[in-house]
């Protein structure tokens, strides 16, 4: 069974999985396993990993998302889902762990024209993920961001579009196409750059007490 998000933020649909646990590149050192483990900086204030993801009902389809997606026609159904859609977001929580969840993705996007497709990602760090997330990229309907780990306005070094996080407005700089929703209420309201392959870097400004306290201490560690 398909479960789409309804993202009220960017007002659009979503295709989710649980944070942390599907998202490889989020951990630098250790392993989840573990249980002893460092997060990117970026993740380390991850919003889906507390306030309403926390609760039952959200959690569920994530969780009902991660097996349903290996069904042989999970493809012929999100296509069908898909059919009312003109913007989609993958990922509000999550990411795309597996290779052939980024194939079966790069499916969808193909057979939805129609759709604008908008697909963050850090599973860039990975090598055998280039060929399909540059195949993505490649569909006129896709603008695939790939997120860098950088709390502090880092840079990917990409032909590919991209995102990093900057601790106030003023760390913009000309390479970088701001996110409004900081000033907007937290929400997207009618922007659509996100989904705009043309716009390379897209800086969203940092929010979350805990997002705060893991800038200050970047702040220190480079003052």
């Known amino acids: 069974m ?7 933020k960017i007002r659009a649909g979503s295709w989710s999985l649980e944070a942390l646990l599907t998202c490889p590149a989020a951990i630098i050192s250790g392993s989840l396993k573990s249980g002893k483990y460092e997060l990117a900086d970026a993740c380390k204030g991850c919003y889906a990993l507390g306030g309403n993801y926390r609760y039952p009902n959200v959690k569920a389809p994530r ?3 991660r097996q349903d997606w290996k069904r042989d026609d999970w493809v012929d159904d999100m296509v069908e889902e898909l059919d009312s859609h003109r913007y989609f977001r993958w990922f509000d929580s999550g990411d795309c762990y597996d290779l052939r969840l980024a194939k079966k993705i790069l499916a969808v996007m193909a057979a939805t024209p129609h759709c604008r497709h908008w697909f963050p990602t850090r599973q860039h760090k990975f090598p055998k993920f280039m060929k399909v997330l540059n195949n993505m990229e ?9 997120s860098s780990d950088s709390v502090l306005g880092g840079i990917l070094t990409t032909s590919l579009p991209n995102t990093t996080i900057i601790p106030t407005p003023e760390y913009l700089t000309p390479e970088m196409s701001l996110c409004n929703a900081w000033a907007n209420d937290g929400k997207c309201g009618k922007c659509r750059d996100c989904w705009d392959s043309d716009i390379k870097t897209i800086a969203y400004v940092a929010h979350g007490r805990t997002m705060t306290k893991v800038i200050k201490i970047k702040l220190l560690e480079v003052a």
């Open 2 to 8: 398909i479960h789409i998000s309804q993202t009220q």
């Open 63 to 65: 969780i009902a998302n």
């Open 138 to 146: 490649s569909l006129t309907n896709v603008a695939v961001r790939l």
